[in-house]
């Protein structure tokens, strides 16, 4: 049963730049025709996707957020890496890593809490 | 910015059924693309309770449906339960500047 599981700094001054990494178990990245998603959510707030990557590295970013997010994959380790530069307080959120299929994230991982803070 | 529009709450007792609704426009549910829901209960993670408008990944009970019709989409609950109290959002794909894949504004659900 593949699982997803998110990791990284919990607090990131602002203006910096915040670093995740999404490791997949239980199936290997690389032998599957999947895209992998990074998607967030504001405390008491909606979500909203950031970006996606398949796993010959070929990524798609929201409009919105595109000058600041790198996506990438390390299929070595079963990974698959967040970037966000230049960090504000509105980047607080929960992060969500996800397997895409048919157009719908059907596996989640269970999220990391990134606060945006001095 | 949610493209996708949901009534921020709906109720009802237990036993009951609930329909939550999902309006979109011509770039998303309108221009032929699928609609997904997902259900969040407090403090986790999404879950996929429907894809590709009407289809229930394994595990999920029977009592939740969905359909789809020009630009909207709409989850139905029947026979509500205490553990179905959550935030539900729908999901689609967009093909203006709104990115690509684009969820609802959520809607809470209470069991009264």
């Known amino acids: 049963q593949v699982q997803l599981q998110e990791s990284g700094p919990g607090l990131v001054k602002p203006s910096q730049t915040l670093s995740l990494t999404c490791t997949v178990s239980g199936g290997s990245i690389s032998t599957s025709s999947y895209f992998y998603s990074w998607i967030r959510q504001p405390a008491g707030r909606g979500l909203e996707w950031i970006g996606r990557?398949?796993?010959?590295?070929?990524?798609s970013y929201n409009p919105s957020l595109e000058s600041r997010v790198t996506i990438s994959v390390d299929t070595s380790k079963n990974q698959f890496y967040l970037k966000l530069s230049s960090v504000t307080a509105a980047d607080t959120a929960v992060y969500f890593c996800?397997?895409?299929?048919?157009?719908?994230?059907?596996?989640w991982g269970q999220g990391t809490l990134v606060t945006v803070s001095s | 910015q949610s493209v996708l529009t949901q009534p921020p709450s709906v109720s009802g007792a237990p036993g009951q059924r609930v329909t939550i609704s999902c309006t979109g426009s011509s770039s998303n549910i309108g221009a032929g693309y699928d609609v997904n829901w997902y259900q969040q209960l407090p403090g986790t993670a999404p879950k996929l309770l429907i894809y590709?408008?009407?289809n229930r990944p394994s595990g999920v009970p029977d009592r939740f449906s969905g359909s789809k019709s020009a630009t909207s989409a709409s989850l139905a609950i029947s026979g509500l339960q205490a553990e179905d109290e959550g935030d539900y959002y729908c999901q689609s794909y967009d093909i203006t500047l709104s990115g690509l894949y684009v969820f609802g504004t959520g809607t809470k659900v209470t069991v009264l």
């Open positions: 590709l408008n009407n």
């Open positions: 996800a397997r895409v299929v048919h157009r719908s994230f059907d596996i």
């Open positions: 990557i398949y796993t010959s590295g070929s990524t």
